[in-house]
C-alpha cells in the first residue's frame, strides 16, 4: 500500500509569489490535515480536510487555503509569500480502518528568498 | 486554546538506560494521545498510541501512560539503544469528527553507546 505522497519535496520561492503543495492520501483515507513545521514553532496545525469539507482550521492568516479534491488529494496554497513562510509542511492522512490514527508523508521543504 | 505541553526539551542518556518524556494537555475533551518518532531528515513516525479508556499500553520497549484526572500522559523508552536517538512529539487530539492533533514542542533524545 502505498504511504502519504507529498510533491515537490523541496521548493524555492520568491518573496510576494505563490505557492501550491500536493498532498495524495493514503488509498482510502479520507481525512487529510496539514501542518506546518519550524525549528522555533514545532508542527503547527493549518486545517483538515474530510470528504473535500475543511472541518478544522489553525491560526494561520488567510493567505494559507486548502481544498480535498473527490478523490481525497490535497492542495494547500500560500499566497504572497513571506520569509517566515519556510518552513517544511507536512500533510497526514488518517482513515477509518486506521482508528485515526494519523500517517505522515514526507513533507515539502519550502525555501522563500 | 488548546495546548500540549512537553518536557524535557533535550534528554540525554547512555545505552541502556531509561527514558521518560511528559506531556500535559489542556483539552479536557481531548481522548487520543499519539506519540511520533521524527528522525532527521525524515518524516514523523507514529510509534505509539493510546486512547482515554486505557491507562497504559506497551510495545515491547516502549509504553504509554495516561493519567486523565491530572491530565497528563508519559512515553517510556527502556534498554535504550543508539538508534532511538531522535525527536519525539507528544499530542493530543478530540474524538472522531473534531481531529485535529495538537503537538508538543519536542524532546530531542539522544542515546549515546
Known amino acids: 500500500k502505498a504511504g502519504v505522497t507529498q510533491t515537490p519535496r523541496y521548493l524555492i520561492k520568491t518573496r510576494g509569489q505563490q505557492v501550491t503543495l500536493s498532498c495524495s492520501p493514503i488509498?482510502?483515507?479520507?481525512?487529510v490535515s496539514w501542518y506546518q513545521q519550524t525549528p522555533g514553532q514545532g508542527l503547527q496545525f493549518l486545517f483538515e480536510?474530510?470528504?473535500?469539507?475543511?472541518?478544522n482550521k489553525g491560526n494561520f492568516p488567510g493567505r494559507f487555503s486548502g481544498r480535498q479534491f473527490s478523490n481525497s488529494r490535497s492542495e494547500m496554497n500560500v499566497s504572497t509569500l513571506e520569509l517566515g513562510d519556510s518552513a517544511l509542511y507536512l500533510c497526514?492522512?488518517?482513515?477509518?480502518?486506521?482508528?485515526?490514527?494519523?500517517?505522515f508523508g514526507s513533507g515539502t521543504r519550502l525555501t522563500v528568498v | 486554546g488548546e495546548n500540549v505541553e512537553q518536557h524535557p526539551s533535550t534528554l540525554s542518556v547512555q545505552e541502556g538506560d531509561s527514558a521518560v518524556i511528559k506531556c500535559t494537555y489542556s483539552?479536557?475533551?481531548?481522548?487520543?494521545f499519539p506519540w511520533y518518532k521524527q528522525e532527521l531528515g525524515k518524516r514523523p513516525q507514529l510509534i505509539i498510541d493510546?486512547?482515554?479508556?486505557?491507562g497504559e499500553k506497551k510495545d515491547q520497549r516502549i509504553a504509554v501512560t495516561l493519567n486523565k484526572t491530572a491530565k497528563h500522559f508519559s512515553l517510556h523508552i527502556t534498554e535504550t539503544q543508539p538508534e532511538d536517538s531522535a525527536v519525539y512529539f507528544c499530542?493530543?487530539?478530540?474524538?472522531?469528527?473534531?481531529?485535529?492533533?495538537?503537538f508538543g514542542t519536542g524532546t530531542r533524545l539522544l542515546v549515546s553507546p
Open positions: 497526514a492522512s488518517s482513515g477509518a480502518g486506521t482508528g485515526y490514527s494519523y500517517t
Open positions: 488509498s482510502g483515507h479520507r481525512s
Open positions: 480536510y474530510f470528504s473535500e469539507t475543511q472541518r
Open positions: 483539552d479536557s475533551a481531548s481522548n487520543y
Open positions: 493510546i486512547r482515554s479508556n486505557v
Open positions: 499530542a493530543a487530539s478530540r474524538p472522531t469528527g473534531f481531529q485535529k492533533l495538537v
